[in-house]
């Protein structure tokens, strides 16, 4: 058994620990979910350390037969990307936990459910950046939508039902569509690879430029509705809008990275002169998708509304880093990935623990709180200045990593892109202004500040931040070899290596 495997395992048998715990002590279920959630971090830590970084390829690899009459294993390995993802992922349910300590209390299934589903989710995020099998991955993208669509009907607040259903209806369509882009590689697999769902063997095929066009766009809509990419980002806020703060965490922070990491680890992978056909399509796209998503985010009322348009914005940036096509961009997209889920997190948790002590999410309701609960305050703006990538937090590097790898080739996207700063500014500075700064507003008088339990929460997040911003070279160096070899699966260089050839 591989690492990888016991990474999978092991919240599922925490899970079935917490299915025979008694259901009246919601305490013992927590500490169980927790040290459940901390071993896998720490088994994940172990594997980064094992990781082979100068190595192309999947490192970790376990493969066994699942369904051998269609050739389909049960098979998983990592590359710098996926050890990546996985690791941000392991970090962040912790987190949630620890912050959400209360937060399944009045949810519909009570707290013994959410555990067990939050934990199923960890499986699940872990496997599907770790699946190697093309019908693996597809079987845990879709099977990833009954744990959140349980967790935002039963544990969020408002339309959280019609909010769940919302986002189960665009996650199916999306998942029928690549679902037939998975038959159609099958049958293509037949004749030139003996039929097989391996995506090393499936990136060495040669595929004719009109079906590649045709898979490429099955595979490419779900990746899109997922991130979520403009146009197909509408169930988004009101998802967003309707989750608990750590149901929202992991919806942003972990599982749209599904999307873009599903862009680069298939479409890309697989079809490279789909890819390029439709590069020009898709930046266009991730333009539209930083300025349209900073444009709305400005006029936002609801705080978890902002923080949903401002993550529009953020995937337009890691869908550029990505199609443009470069080595910068790219190894700057899969930091963005990371920076984006820590700094996402950041915003949902504390954002949450303001609407837990005020009882509104509306942002005219805050004002003054720097006076009231100054350690809050001060959380909620690092947290700010981190979407704003701000130099010296880590989301600095890998968006300027994005743009110049942007500017080399597609120089007026990314251009338009460094608009999205300058409106990335505004968003942040002015709900940073209206609800610390000011007078303090009616009703925030007695409000409390952070704890040590949600000091706990939030120290690792801002102490990872500033470290990767003033040190990114760890990362960096992960993400620059699996940059490289999709490179060069996709047949594209560096402009100044294409001058220098």
Request: proline share 4%.
């Given at each position: 058994?591989?690492?990888?495997?016991?990474?999978?395992?092991?919240?599922?048998?925490?899970?079935?620990?917490?299915?025979?715990?008694?259901?009246?002590?919601?305490?013992?279920?927590?500490?169980?979910?927790?040290?459940?959630?901390?071993?896998?971090?720490?088994?994940?830590?172990?594997?980064?350390?094992?990781?082979?970084?100068?190595?192309?390829?999947?490192?970790?690899?376990?493969?066994?037969?699942?369904?051998?009459?269609?050739?389909?294993?049960?098979?998983?390995?990592?590359?710098?990307?996926?050890?990546?993802?996985?690791?941000?992922?392991?970090?962040?349910?912790?987190?949630?936990?620890?912050?959400?300590?209360?937060?399944?209390?009045?949810?519909?299934?009570?707290?013994?459910?959410?555990?067990?589903?939050?934990?199923?989710?960890?499986?699940?995020?872990?496997?599907?950046?770790?699946?190697?099998?093309?019908?693996?991955?597809?079987?845990?993208?879709?099977?990833?939508?009954?744990?959140?669509?349980?967790?935002?009907?039963?544990?969020?607040?408002?339309?959280?039902?019609?909010?769940?259903?919302?986002?189960?209806?665009?996650?199916?369509?999306?998942?029928?569509?690549?679902?037939?882009?998975?038959?159609?590689?099958?049958?293509?697999?037949?004749?030139?690879?003996?039929?097989?769902?391996?995506?090393?063997?499936?990136?060495?095929?040669?595929?004719?430029?009109?079906?590649?066009?045709?898979?490429?766009?099955?595979?490419?809509?779900?990746?899109?509705?997922?991130?979520?990419?403009?146009?197909?980002?509408?169930?988004?806020?009101?998802?967003?809008?309707?989750?608990?703060?750590?149901?929202?965490?992991?919806?942003?922070?972990?599982?749209?990275?599904?999307?873009?990491?599903?862009?680069?680890?298939?479409?890309?992978?697989?079809?490279?002169?789909?890819?390029?056909?439709?590069?020009?399509?898709?930046?266009?796209?991730?333009?539209?998708?930083?300025?349209?998503?900073?444009?709305?985010?400005?006029?936002?009322?609801?705080?978890?509304?902002?923080?949903?348009?401002?993550?529009?914005?953020?995937?337009g940036f890691i869908t550029l880093g990505i199609f443009a096509l470069t080595s910068q961009g790219l190894s700057g997209a899969t930091f963005y990935m990371v920076n984006h889920g820590f700094s996402t997190a950041a915003l949902f948790l504390v954002a949450g623990w303001m609407i837990?002590?005020?009882?509104?999410?509306?942002?005219?309701?805050?004002?003054?709180?720097?006076?009231?609960?100054?350690?809050?305050?001060?959380?909620?703006?690092?947290?700010?200045?981190?979407?704003?990538?701000?130099?010296?937090?880590?989301?600095?590097?890998?968006?300027?990593?994005?743009?110049?790898?942007?500017?080399?080739?597609?120089?007026?996207?990314?251009?338009?892109?460094?608009?999205?700063?300058?409106?990335?500014?505004?968003?942040?500075?002015?709900?940073?202004?209206?609800?610390?700064?000011?007078?303090?507003?009616?009703?925030?008088?007695?409000?409390?500040?952070?704890?040590?339990?949600?000091?706990?929460?939030?120290?690792?997040?801002?102490?990872?931040?500033?470290?990767?911003?003033?040190?990114?070279?760890?990362?960096?160096?992960?993400?620059?070899?699996?940059?490289?070899?999709?490179?060069?699966?996709?047949?594209?260089?560096?402009?100044?290596?294409?001058?220098?050839?």
């Open positions: 058994m591989s690492i990888l495997t016991a990474l999978e395992l092991l919240p599922l048998l925490g899970s079935l620990v917490i299915v025979f715990a008694p259901k009246d002590n919601s305490k013992l279920i927590k500490q169980i979910a927790l040290a459940t959630s901390l071993l896998v971090t720490a088994a994940a830590l172990v594997m980064a350390f094992q990781f082979k970084k100068n190595l192309s390829g999947f490192q970790f690899v376990e493969v066994r037969p699942w369904i051998p009459l269609f050739n389909v294993n049960y098979a998983v390995g990592v590359d710098g990307m996926a050890l990546l993802l996985i690791v941000m992922s392991t970090i962040l349910v912790p987190v949630v936990f620890v912050a959400g300590w209360n937060e399944s209390e009045n949810g519909r299934f009570g707290v013994k459910t959410f555990y067990i589903l939050m934990l199923v989710l960890e499986t699940m995020m872990i496997g599907v950046f770790a699946a190697t099998d093309v019908i693996l991955f597809y079987v845990i993208f879709e099977a990833m939508l009954i744990p959140v669509y349980f967790l935002i009907g039963g544990y969020g607040r408002g339309e959280r039902a019609a909010a769940a259903m919302k986002f189960l209806l665009y996650s199916l369509f999306g998942g029928l569509l690549m679902l037939a882009a998975v038959i159609g590689l099958y049958f293509q697999s037949l004749v030139q690879v003996q039929g097989s769902f391996d995506i090393t063997k499936l990136s060495q095929m040669q595929i004719p430029a009109g079906t590649q066009n045709w898979l490429f766009l099955g595979f490419f809509i779900a990746f899109a509705i997922k991130a979520p990419l403009w146009p197909f980002h509408t169930w988004l806020p009101t998802a967003a809008r309707s989750s608990s703060a750590g149901v929202a965490t992991l919806l942003l922070g972990v599982l749209d990275k599904v999307g873009t990491y599903g862009m680069v680890r298939f479409c890309m992978t697989l079809f490279p002169e789909a890819t390029k056909t439709f590069t020009p399509w898709i930046i266009t796209f991730a333009v539209i998708s930083i300025l349209y998503g900073a444009i709305l985010a400005i006029g936002q009322r609801d705080i978890n509304s902002l923080i949903s348009f401002t993550s529009i914005s953020h995937f837990q002590r005020r009882k509104s999410t509306q942002i005219e309701d805050f004002g003054g709180l720097q006076r009231v609960t100054p350690v809050m305050a001060w959380m909620f703006f690092i947290a700010g200045m981190s979407a704003l990538a701000l130099p010296g937090l880590s989301s600095f590097i890998s968006e300027f990593l994005v743009l110049v790898g942007s500017f080399s080739k597609y120089p007026v996207a990314a251009i338009l892109g460094t608009t999205g700063i300058v409106l990335a500014a505004l968003y942040v500075l002015i709900v940073i202004q209206r609800t610390l700064h000011g007078e303090v507003k009616p009703g925030n008088e007695g409000l409390s500040d952070l704890n040590l339990r949600e000091k706990i929460a939030i120290a690792p997040i801002v102490a990872l931040m500033v470290f990767l911003g003033f040190y990114p070279k760890p990362v960096l160096d992960i993400a620059n070899t699996t940059s490289a070899t999709v490179m060069e699966h996709a047949g594209v260089m560096d402009p100044t290596a294409k001058a220098g050839k």
